[in-house]
């Protein structure tokens, strides 16, 4: 991910990750991405089943019982597992992640284990009585998907009302005084909402907002001809990152984030290389840290059932299911050749990424979405927007 408001309004400068010794252990959670030991937040997808049908969803998620779950003492031996490893973040996700019962069970266990607990949900299951046991458990973060403004969203979501039912667990996060933050998956469809978004979280007093780029995905893949262009994308990040100026200045800065184009670092710092050149090369330090895409490094998936993915969104392929083998194990196993290679990106990516002066700072962007769209895993990621001269 890379921190827009972090980066280019300079709310995070290269000293303050260095003064945490850049141990993941150690680090804010805000300042989690610049670790150096690149310790990896674990997504757990707890459960399948969904109670919404977004045209989007990664997991292929429906409102029915899938029976291959794992059990809540199953989850608890993931998470001791996940503590001794020094998983310094676990973010427990679906489907929706709300319609397993034990889920503040479980996250209260991982928060007693020294793990920081977050929630990636779509918000609408989370009455007053659910924030106000949320908050108890001591969350740092719960992230609520919302994908533009009512119509939009709830075309989006697949069912009439996602929107408002939403909103209102925002309210009742809020009132339990748990951090909130929206996440937007952009595409065609979407993009002319952002404005919208960005109103949203001022006027509700969101602090945080997180812009996916899209993946192309389980039910993802089908929108891969509704993905933005080369040129709609830069409009877009162009335009997150003049908001989140604006709101900067105006004296109500919000934690912005753009997901899953790791272009969107080089790209920032060109610009400031034309506005503020001192700053530029403050950002391109954080950048080097930062590392760019970390998928099989410093992020990983635990599916439903048990299986261990580089990513959550590289659900074909699995190196492993922690019921045969601890998690610690199959994450540091690199007799497995996808394993190594995800560990060291850089000598294997091919084409304009395998000369790109960005490499070692973009990681070489998302391998699953290259796979998709080439068949090539180590092809060039078709959403890399920078032009030959930019990379050159």
């Known amino acids: 991910m890379i921190g827009i408001s972090k980066l280019y309004c300079g709310t995070v400068e290269p000293s303050d990750t260095l003064r945490y010794g850049r141990e993941s252990s150690q680090l804010p959670s ?3 991405q610049f670790s150096k030991d690149k310790r990896p937040v674990v997504v757990w997808n707890i459960t399948r089943r969904c109670n919404l049908k977004c045209v989007h969803c990664y997991a292929q998620s429906d409102d029915i019982s899938y029976e291959n779950e794992l059990s809540t003492d199953e989850g608890k031996t993931l998470i001791d597992d996940l503590s001794r490893f020094g998983v310094p973040v676990i973010l427990f996700s679906g489907g929706e992640p709300l319609v397993r019962k034990d889920l503040p069970e479980l996250a209260d266990y991982a928060v007693k284990k020294g793990m920081r607990a977050v929630i990636s949900t779509n918000g609408t299951l989370i009455s007053k009585e659910t924030a106000r046991t949320l908050k108890s458990i001591g969350l740092s973060y719960v992230g609520i998907s919302i994908d533009g403004m009512e119509d939009i969203n709830d075309r989006f979501r697949g ?18 005084g748990i951090k909130i933050g929206l996440r937007f998956t952009i595409n065609k469809f979407n993009v002319s909402e952002i404005p919208d978004i960005l109103n949203l979280i001022e006027e509700m007093e969101i ?4 812009f ?3 993946v192309y995905a389980g039910r993802g893949s089908n929108l891969v001809e509704h993905d933005l262009s080369h040129d709609e994308t830069r409009n877009a990040v162009d335009l997150i990152m003049d908001a989140t100026k604006r709101l900067h200045d105006k004296g109500k800065p919000k934690e912005v984030l753009t997901v899953d184009n790791h272009a969107d670092g080089p790209y920032l710092y060109l610009r400031l290389l034309n506005e503020n050149p001192a700053r530029a090369e403050e950002v391109l330090e954080l950048l080097k840290m930062n590392e760019g895409n970390n998928s099989g490094r410093g992020i990983g998936c635990i599916s439903w059932d048990g299986q261990v993915h580089a990513d959550q969104f590289w659900r074909h392929y699995s ?11 199959i994450w540091m196993d690199t007799s497995n050749p996808l394993m190594k290679k995800l560990k060291e990106k850089s000598k294997h990516v091919t084409g304009r990424c395998a000369t790109c002066r960005w490499l070692s700072i973009c990681g070489g962007n998302f391998r699953v979405r290259a796979e998709a769209f080439t068949g090539d895993v180590w092809a060039p990621d078709p959403a890399c927007y920078l032009s030959d001269e930019e990379i050159a």
């Open 30 to 32: 805000h300042l989690l």
């Open 159 to 176: 069912v009439k009302g996602a929107f408002k039912s939403a909103l209102k667990g925002i309210e009742n996060c809020k009132s339990a």
């Open 207 to 210: 602090p945080r907002v997180c």
């Open 212 to 214: 996916y780029h899209l």
């Open 319 to 329: 190196f492993g299911n922690i019921l045969k083998k601890p998690f610690s194990e």
